[in-house]
């Protein structure tokens, strides 16, 4: 099938874009790298009026450093971020995911902005950002304001965007030497969604662990923490035992889905099992 | 109607496109590239890659407006004149095809990944053309045409490499239907 007629909007500046949005009429989709909205659009399970396609805007592209975050452009497509010398240093957690998105050929369109406002909880990159508190610049009529990760994330395919708005970039905090990550995915077959997925960043302070950040993909409406790991990890010497005894709340607070890939308490058992290995493999046991 | 500017296996064209045309009907019905198929309509085989500046992008995901100013190479602009690619050659040489469908796709995603990893293992071409499908399953011999592809064009051909220069043996006598026959 292919897409019901639209208008087609080319901006290259975030202004106007924005008043391409504001005069796109009742329903107007964004377009970044296309591929979950093209097939969305293609399913015609979305008709919008007008697109409004940000390819063109080059201010939204690329990875800056600002103090002690980083900053990723929400153009910035996943092959940017698989080849980017500030994420390889600090942001190794995002490039984990990222690898695992998909497939070659969607990593050169997809883009790390698209992915998180679509606000797939099955997504790969959502429950990183959680993980990692990043923070949100949005653009709107009104100016520019900030919206932390908990507050992002509101439901199924739903973020705190409001309408007129625009996702400009992303701030991550750079993760130094003293962190350890991994993104440790469960899926079927090659390219296909998670069924479960655990992204794990942990601060070791000598044999002891300092501090852990944990972000659960597809466990709910939402990307979501496991609050109760994370507490239960931190000033525990690092042993297998100490980290299977926490890894066995990850499932706590959860309120997973069932579908033909899974059933929901069979997504706890993977949700526990992945934070293990995770955790393990972040503290390099 | 919005008027685009591309170039497509070296020939630029100029045409007016619905906002909607997929990128891939474009270059079927308004250019004749027929060489680029579709496949699954929905982004998961990679039959209709192509290079979009020199990138592999599946065709069917992109709109046509979208490759406005870009140069476009199908599977029917990589040979040189009657000449193969050394990629068409290898899927050739190694029977990595069956029914042939996947093949432009296939191709496709093989060269963009030789262009970042001149000498991928096993594991390197599968995870590289993870985003190609082959209903037929004749995966072996597609990794090996690409390992083959990836020697010859390295230059190195005749030395060890990462692949063998044979076909895969095909074990035909197992199948019950061939038993008889023979």
């Not at chain 1, 400009?168 to 077959?189: A, H, I, S």
Request: glycine fraction near 10%; charged fraction near 20%; hydrophobic fraction near 40%.
């Amino acid at each position: 099938m292919i897409p019901a007629q639209f208008d087609y909007v080319r901006p290259t500046t975030v202004e106007e874009a924005l008043q391409a949005i504001a005069d796109g009429g009742e329903d107007v989709k964004v377009l970044a790298g296309g591929q979950s909205l093209i097939p969305v659009m293609r399913l015609r399970l979305a008709a919008p009026e007008t697109v409004v396609d940000l390819g063109r805007v080059a201010e939204l592209r690329g990875v800056r450093e600002e103090g002690d975050s980083l900053v990723v452009g929400a153009m910035t497509t996943h092959a940017d971020v698989l080849t980017d010398p500030l994420l390889a240093r600090y942001g190794r957690l995002v490039v984990q995911a990222t690898e695992t998105v998909a497939d070659r050929q969607v990593r050169r369109r997809g883009t790390f902005g698209g992915a998180l406002v679509h606000a797939d909880p099955a997504g790969d990159l959502p429950a990183v950002a959680l993980a990692l508190d990043a923070e949100f610049v949005l653009a709107g009529p009104g100016g520019r304001r900030t919206v932390p990760a908990t507050e992002f994330f509101v439901d199924y395919l739903t973020t705190a965007l409001e309408e007129g708005e625009l996702l400009v970039e992303v701030r991550l905090p750079k993760l130094g030497e003293d962190w350890g990550v991994r993104y440790e995915k469960f899926n079927r077959v090659a390219q296909a969604w998670s069924i479960v997925a655990v992204a794990a960043a942990v601060r070791r302070e000598g044999g002891r662990i300092a501090e852990a950040r944990i972000g659960l993909t597809n466990m709910g409406s939402t990307p979501l923490r496991a609050r109760a790991t994370e507490a239960a990890l931190v000033g525990v010497d690092v042993s297998m035992e100490t980290v299977t005894a926490a890894a066995a709340q990850a499932a706590e607070g959860t309120n997973p889905s069932s579908d033909l890939n899974a059933q929901a308490d069979y997504r706890q058992h993977l949700a526990q099992v992945l934070t293990r290995r995770a955790v393990a493999a972040a503290v390099g046991l | 109607m919005t008027r685009i500017d591309v170039r497509v296996d070296g020939v630029s064209y100029q045409d007016e496109v619905e906002p909607r045309t997929l990128l891939v009907h474009y270059l079927r019905e308004q250019v004749g590239k027929v060489g680029t198929v579709v496949g699954c309509d929905t982004s998961n085989c990679g039959a209709c890659t192509v290079h979009l500046d020199g990138q592999a992008v599946k065709s069917c995901t992109v709109l046509a407006v979208q490759a406005d100013g870009c140069q476009v190479t199908t599977i029917e602009g990589i040979a040189d004149g009657a000449t193969l690619h050394p990629v068409q050659r290898a899927f050739h040489e190694m029977h990595g095809l069956q029914c042939g469908f996947c093949t432009p796709g296939m191709i496709m995603a093989s060269i963009d990944l030789l262009q970042e990893n001149p000498d991928p293992s096993d594991t390197e071409v599968r995870e590289g053309i993870e985003g190609n499908l082959c209903r037929c399953t004749g995966y072996q011999n597609i990794v090996r045409a690409v390992q083959h592809a990836a020697a010859e064009m390295r230059g190195d051909q005749g030395a060890a490499g990462n692949g063998p220069a044979e076909p895969a043996e095909a074990h035909t006598v197992a199948a019950p239907h061939v038993a008889v026959q023979a």
